[in-house]
């Protein structure tokens, strides 16, 4: 059948059609198989209820005039009554016998004819020979020697009579016992063989309907399977072919629909991409142009105030002191700002030239930068590092998310106030947490962390100077090292960032930190207070 015969039709059609296929050879073959039970019942019935019966009572027929012959003898040489009673009785038997080979043969006109003549032969015997010898008495007796033997004589030829009728007759029913078992032994055999040739046949075409099934059902299918695995290679080029059952075509049309979107999508996605990559050029080229054009005078503006606050010191009231620390202060945080945007920029921009580190040292390296600014206030800065700890880094980069995670800690922290710095094995992690137990963050904003310029509110309210790209800088960092950051705050209580990044397998051989060490050396780990 060819692939386009099934269009149209429905999987439930096909399904239908292959159990219809199916129920037939099984109807065939029960058919067969009760045919061929009922036919060898029947034999069976006719050997066992007609036949064999007859073949026994046509026995038993025999065994009565052996019985009825073997009394007369007796009763001739020795006129005793029992032989009488012994003739009797068997001849009342033989009556009931010769009736059951009757009644058995009664359909059958041959074997009836055998039994008729086998009846006369008997009876013949019993009225010329049997009855008259029993029927004489003591008296009669004493007749001639030569009539006695003339009676004996005719009787035997009698008995040859009644056994040669006998041997027609058993040999009739001892073939048909014959003819019946073989017929019995050919269904049972015929049987056999139809419902075995049956089972072929419905192998046979259980399999052709199979092989039509696997094409019509099957084969479509996997090639449905066959272009979905392609498309999920972005293979755009790809489309189903419309064949098979209903089902299967609406499919295949659905999917080529989705390849045909998938292709305008992926058309319009590298279209947006080119857009974006010339976007992030020129944002790049802005920010550098704008970085180097606002540098310069922002420096000469430093330069100059740096001149009159030596010109006139002493000399300036107070309300120009003012204005002139306010002046140098936002100054101060353009050039901050400035950098952010030129480190953010960089950070999204390059790709981290990851090598292996000992991330100890790093750390350590960012807690001595900004220990000079928490003394300012008093801050202590608690370090507990566990050694070692090997990780791939760009170790500029990661000091710098360092720097900026540890200034928050301590720019938002109180006067005198505590910030611990702990770095642990997790797993096969690292995990830095800066702690400080400062003003905190509400909670309403914790989602909102991240964000480029977002600063929290009460930062805002306090007059803490920021850009809000600290943290936006941080993020870039960890994620250019398959790690991430998670943040734990309560408003007035203080925040815990904790930076997760990947443990290196095979640790390094740290060499030993050259310069004075910061705090007591407790149990291998380093314990520094400001």
Not at 377 to 388: K, L, M
Not at 422 to 447: M, Y
Not at 474 to 480: H, K, L, N, Y
Request: overall charge neutral; charged content about 25%.
């Amino acid at each position: 059948m060819a692939l386009g015969a099934s269009n149209g039709r429905t999987v439930a059609g096909l399904v239908t059609a292959v159990l219809a296929r199916v129920g037939a050879v099984v109807c065939v073959v029960a058919l067969v198989a009760v045919a061929g039970v009922v036919a060898a019942s029947v034999a069976v019935s006719r050997l066992t209820g007609d036949l064999e019966p007859a073949v026994a009572a046509n026995r038993a027929v025999l065994q009565d005039l052996t019985e009825m012959d073997a009394a007369t003898s007796d009763w001739a040489l020795t006129r005793e009554p029992s032989a009488v009673d012994a003739y009797d009785q068997a001849r009342s038997r033989l009556s009931g016998h010769q009736g059951q080979v009757r009644a058995a043969v009664a359909g059958s006109s041959g074997l009836s004819r055998l039994v008729s003549e086998q009846e006369e032969a008997v009876g013949l015997w019993i009225s010329d020979y049997a009855a008259p010898r029993i029927a004489r008495t003591g008296e009669g007796a004493a007749g001639s020697l030569q009539q006695e033997r003339r009676l004996s004589r005719a009787g035997d030829e009698l008995y040859a009579d009644v056994l040669s009728a006998h041997q027609q007759t058993q040999g009739a029913l001892d073939a048909r016992v014959r003819s019946a078992d073989r017929q019995v032994t050919w269904v049972l055999r015929g049987t056999i063989l139809g419902v075995v040739a049956l089972a072929v046949l419905a192998t046979l075409l259980l399999g052709r309907a199979k092989r039509r099934f696997l094409v019509e059902l099957s084969e479509p299918l996997r090639g449905l399977e066959s272009v979905v695995h392609k498309m999920a290679r972005r293979e755009s080029h790809v489309r189903a072919a419309e064949h098979g059952p209903k089902e299967v075509r609406a499919v295949a049309a659905a999917l080529n629909d989705l390849a045909d979107a998938q292709a305008r999508a992926q058309a319009v996605e590298s279209r947006i991409q080119n857009e974006l990559r010339v976007l992030d050029t020129a944002k790049d080229d802005f920010v550098s142009n704008v970085s180097h054009e606002l540098r310069t005078p922002l420096t000469t503006i430093s330069g100059y105030l740096e001149l009159v606050a030596e010109e006139f010191e002493g000399k300036m009231e107070p309300r120009h002191e003012r204005i002139l620390e306010a002046t140098r202060r936002n100054v101060t945080r353009l050039k901050t700002l400035i950098d952010d945007l030129l480190t953010l920029s960089k950070a999204e921009s390059r790709p981290a030239d990851l090598e292996q580190g000992e991330l100890g040292g790093i750390l350590r390296d960012a807690v001595t930068d900004v220990r000079i600014t928490a003394a300012r206030r008093s801050i202590g800065v608690r370090v507990d590092i566990a050694e070692p700890l090997p990780v791939l880094a760009d170790r500029a980069m990661l000091q710098r998310a360092f720097l900026n995670v540890l200034t928050n800690a301590v720019k938002f922290s109180r006067e005198g106030g505590q910030v611990e710095v702990s770095a642990r094995h997790v797993g096969h992690d690292v995990v830095v947490s800066v702690t400080d137990h400062g003003i905190g963050i509400p909670a309403a904003e914790l989602d909102r962390l991240g964000t480029r310029f977002f600063r929290a509110s009460n930062a805002v309210t306090n007059e803490i100077a920021g850009t809000g790209l600290g943290l936006r800088i941080v993020q870039t960092i960890v994620d250019r090292h398959g790690g991430d950051v998670v943040i734990e705050s309560r408003e007035g209580v203080g925040t815990t960032v904790a930076l997760r990044l990947r443990l290196q397998p095979a640790p390094l051989v740290v060499e030993p930190v050259s310069g004075p060490v910061v705090g007591p050396v407790e149990r291998g780990r380093v314990t520094a207070a400001s």
